[in-house]
């Protein structure tokens, strides 16, 4: 059975050609992937990530405000009973900012740049 891997956009940012691209990579690469759109809470994914009974949930943030995004995921998929949903994020997220989100509750991080089969490969990992 393929990894179940869902793809969100949380937060308030509306751009979301990379999230786009991630999940076509993931999906060419065998992954069944579920892409929520944009503007999404941290509880709406979590629920999505329930009732589809995802692997793995991929955050794609582009806002600034991703160690909070993550945390506020992280904390959500545990209320939900989800809490062993691996968690991931990517997006622009500096390099000094890697270790707090894996404190958050990431599993992985992807900042721009990281190329897509290397993405693969660490999902492929999880």
Wanted: aromatic share 2%; charged share 25%; hydrophobic share 45%.
């Amino acid at each position: 059975m393929p990894t179940r891997v869902l793809v969100a956009k949380p937060g308030l940012d509306g751009h979301d050609r990379g999230a786009k691209l991630v999940a076509r990579a993931l999906r060419d690469a065998g992954f069944e992937v579920i892409y929520t759109g944009i503007r999404q809470r941290p509880e709406a994914i979590a629920a999505v990530a329930l009732q589809e009974d995802v692997d793995v949930v991929g955050l794609s943030i582009l806002s600034g405000a991703h160690v909070a995004l993550t945390k506020k995921t992280a904390d959500a998929l545990r209320a939900a009973g989800a809490g062993d949903v691996a968690l991931v994020v990517g997006g622009t997220i500096p390099e000094k900012d890697v270790p707090r989100l894996q404190e958050a509750g990431a599993a992985a991080v992807y900042p721009t740049g990281t190329p897509l089969e290397t993405l693969v490969d660490s999902i492929r990992s999880l």
